[in-house]
């Protein structure tokens, strides 16, 4: 059974760093790359970043470009998204997610079959 479990989250000033994590289990991590994404009350799942599981292109969506950076960690089964200058417009809960199949990789959440619960990132002004 997959099991992705995000922590990190909380209440943040705007310029403020938060840095989420997601523990996986139940899969073979090292196969898969992993995305993070974000979802605003109100708003549809938007895509934030992804990581391959080889090489070291990264995908970032437009708006945390310089910004936000994702990394992992295959002895620890870890997936992390390090988020500097937060703004308000990053209020969201967050879900790290894997692809449907492994050694593939998409920037769109249909592509991604499992999900975590969640965490709540909240920039104040």
């Known amino acids: 059974q997959v099991q992705l479990v995000e922590s990190g989250g909380g209440l943040v000033q705007a310029g403020g760093s938060l840095r989420l994590s997601c523990a996986a289990s139940g899969l073979p991590f090292s196969n898969y790359a992993w995305g993070w994404f974000r979802q605003a009350p109100g708003k549809e799942r938007e895509f934030v970043a992804a990581i391959p599981w080889l090489g070291s292109k990264l995908y970032y969506a437009d708006s945390v470009k310089g910004r936000f950076t994702i990394s992992r960690d295959n002895a620890k089964n870890t997936v992390y998204l390090q988020m500097n200058n937060l703004k308000l417009e990053d209020t969201a809960v967050y879900y790290c997610?894997?692809?449907?199949?492994?050694?593939?990789?998409?920037?769109?959440?249909?592509?991604?079959?499992?999900w975590g619960q969640g965490t709540q990132v909240t920039v104040s002004s």
């Open positions: 997610a894997a692809p449907r199949v492994p050694h593939t990789i998409a920037t769109y959440s249909a592509g991604f079959g499992s």
